[in-house]
T-cell receptor
């Protein structure tokens, strides 16, 4: 079975600070996808990024960056120069590439950016 | 393209009553998921359809929950009778069978259910 752990329940920082959200996963399968989703107060889950298990290259998209390390089974998410609009709950998730591809989510990290 | 539609957005019922939720996935998406998200937790899969067939319903409490996807498009999720612990947001998601955005699921706004 797959498991995703987000140890940080809540994080609060001041605007313009950098913040890193941690994600640790467990799976016996060698082929899988990892995701980050954002859930703003409106409730809809917004896709941010997908990585597959074959590709450990880190990725940067604007102020967002992701660090994938298979050796530690981690897929961490960093927001640089945070903004108030980044306030939301962030979920890390895993799905197997083969089969049903259901998403297994972590518990989520509530991020609050204070002005 | 239009996103995943869900209705109602909010529902308040008393325990032991019945309730139904509706989902209209993105046009052409063959796979449809229902997730339950309890406050403070991540979404948990209840049931997955591919076209109108069930792929995975291992975590669906079948004594009270049922779901169908007639004609492989819209889907309904029903709870009968509801319990207090069913209070949650019910999210519908869809995914095409094959796309360049492999594995990505598209989520609707959810239905927030409160059972009193």
């Amino acid at each position: 079975a797959q498991k995703v752990t987000q140890a940080q329940t809540e994080i609060s920082v001041v605007e313009k600070e950098d913040v890193t959200l941690d994600c640790v996963y467990e799976t016996r399968d060698t082929t899988y996808y990892l995701f980050w989703y954002k859930q703003p107060p409106s409730g809809e889950l917004v896709f941010l990024i997908r990585r597959n298990s074959f590709d450990e290259q880190n990725e940067i998209s604007g102020r967002y960056s992701w660090n994938f390390q298979k050796s530690t089974s981690s897929f961490n998410f960093t927001i640089t120069a945070s903004q108030v609009v980044d306030s939301a709950v962030y979920f890390c998730a895993l799905s197997l590439i083969q089969g049903a591809q259901k998403l297994v989510f972590g518990q989520g990290t509530r991020l609050t950016i204070n002005p | 393209e239009a996103g995943v539609a869900q209705s109602p957005r909010y529902k308040i019922i008393e325990k032991r009553q019945s309730v139904a939720f509706w989902c209209n996935p993105i046009s052409g998406h063959a796979t449809l998921y229902w997730y339950q998200q309890i406050l403070g937790q991540g979404p948990k899969l209840l049931i997955q359809f591919q076209n109108n067939g069930v792929v995975d319903d291992s975590q669906l409490p079948k004594d009270r929950f049922s779901a169908e996807r007639l004609k492989g498009v819209d889907s309904t999720l029903k709870i009968q009778p509801a319990k207090l612990e069913d209070s949650a947001v019910y999210l519908c998601a869809s995914r095409p069978l094959a796309s360049g955005r492999a594995g990505e699921q598209f989520f609707g706004p959810g239905t927030r259910l409160t059972v009193l």
